[in-house]
C-alpha cells in the first residue's frame, strides 16, 4: 500500500521534477565559446585482455573514424598484445597502462578520467568488440561537436550475433564477417565531456560503464537525459 501511495506521488511530480532539471540545465550548462580545447578532441579508453588478434583492426577502425587517441589498459593478457601494440604506442597513438586488477573495468574507467581528463574534450568507453558508427558518414569529431554543452552522450548499441559462421579464419577483419544484427537498438556506451566533472561518490555512479552521471549546477544528469 505504501508503495503504490508512493508510486502515484512520484508520478504526479514528474512533470514538474522534469521541468526543473530541464530549467536547472539550461542555467547551468556549458557554452560552447567558452569549451576549453585541449589535446586531444576525442578519445577512447578500453580495457582488454587476452585479445591480440583483434587489436589492430580495432585500432585502426578508431583512427579511420576521427579518434585521435586511445587509452589501452591491460588486464592481465598474456598473449601477443604488445608486439601489436608497439607501433601505435612508438606512434603516440596509444598509451599502454598495465591494470592487473581483477574485475577492473570500473576501476579503469575511473583512472582514466582522473589521470586524461586534462588532456581529451571527449573520452568514450568502449570494449574492443565494439564499434561506433556514424548513421550520418562524420567523423567521431564531427558528430561530438554538435554535442559541447551536454556532460555526456550515449551511443546505443546493435547486437550482432554469428552470422550463421561455425568456424572462422581470425584474419579475417571482425567487420566484414559479423553483418547479422538485431532490428532493435539497446543501451550502449557513452562519451564524457570532460569540460564537467564527474562525481564518484553519487550512488548512481555506482558501475559507471554503461552511462555516467554528472552533476550541473543542482542536478545530477545521466546520458539517457539527452
Request: charged share 25%; proline share 3%.
Amino acid at each position: 500500500m505504501k508503495e503504490s501511495i508512493r508510486s502515484c506521488i512520484v508520478t504526479a511530480l514528474a512533470p514538474f521534477r522534469n521541468l526543473w532539471f530541464r530549467t536547472n540545465f539550461i542555467l547551468f550548462k556549458k557554452r560552447k565559446d567558452t569549451v576549453t580545447k585541449k589535446k586531444y578532441y576525442v578519445a577512447v579508453c578500453a580495457i582488454f585482455k587476452d585479445e591480440a588478434p583483434y587489436i589492430k583492426e580495432w585500432v585502426e577502425y578508431y583512427k579511420l573514424i576521427g579518434v585521435e587517441h586511445i587509452f589501452m589498459y591491460n588486464n592481465f593478457s598474456s598473449d601477443g598484445f604488445l608486439e601489436v601494440l608497439t607501433p601505435y604506442i612508438n606512434d603516440s597513438f596509444v598509451t599502454l597502462i598495465d591494470w592487473p586488477v581483477e574485475q577492473g573495468q570500473k576501476s579503469a574507467y575511473i583512472d582514466c578520467v582522473k589521470n586524461f581528463s586534462d588532456q581529451c574534450n571527449w573520452i568514450a568507453f568502449f570494449d574492443l568488440d565494439e564499434f561506433f558508427v556514424s548513421a550520418q558518414r562524420k567523423s567521431v569529431g564531427e558528430i561530438l561537436a554538435s554535442f559541447e554543452e551536454y556532460p555526456s552522450v550515449v551511443a546505443n548499441w546493435k547486437t550482432f550475433g554469428s552470422s550463421g559462421i561455425e568456424s572462422r579464419d581470425i584474419k579475417t577483419p571482425v567487420i566484414k564477417d559479423f553483418v547479422a544484427c538485431t532490428e532493435d537498438f539497446f543501451w550502449g556506451k557513452y562519451f564524457y565531456n570532460t569540460n564537467y566533472k564527474i562525481d564518484y561518490t553519487c550512488r548512481k555512479n555506482s558501475v559507471p560503464i554503461h552511462s555516467v552521471w554528472i552533476k550541473v549546477g543542482g542536478g545530477v544528469y545521466s546520458s539517457c537525459y539527452f
